[in-house]
């Protein structure tokens, strides 16, 4: 059974930087691609960021040049560095995987932004 446990959410000033990381169990995770989703009030549940394995990165337009998604395999960790943070990044982000056809996600981590 693959679980993934995010951290590192809060509450910051615009501007600010936080790092959100997953821990993944339960799969071979480096060969597993990773994604970062959010999902802010009313509002549907988006893509983020996405790293493959070995490391190749996309990201959401929205996000491009503030967000940088990386991971560590030795640690099954994907990480969500966020900079320069605005008001309309407040959301609950989600880590999410899909192993051998079954889609997997966290409990969330939520992020506010605010001044």
């Known amino acids: 059974q693959v679980q993934l446990v995010e951290s590192g959410g809060g509450l910051v000033e615009p501007g600010e930087s936080l790092r959100l990381s997953c821990v993944s169990s339960?799969?071979?995770?480096?060969?597993?691609?990773m994604a970062w989703y959010r999902q802010a009030p009313g509002k549907e549940r988006e893509l983020v960021a996405s790293i493959s394995s070995p490391s190749s990165a996309n990201y959401a337009d929205s996000v491009k040049s503030r967000f940088t998604i990386s991971r560590d395999n030795v640690k099954n960790t994907v990480y969500l560095q966020m900079n320069n943070l605005k008001p309309d990044d407040t959301a609950v982000y989600y880590c999410?995987?899909?192993?051998?056809?079954?889609?997997?996600w966290g409990q969330g981590t939520l992020v506010t932004v605010s001044s």
């Open positions: 999410q995987t899909t192993v051998r056809g079954a889609k997997y």
């Open positions: 339960g799969s071979r995770f480096r060969f597993d691609a």
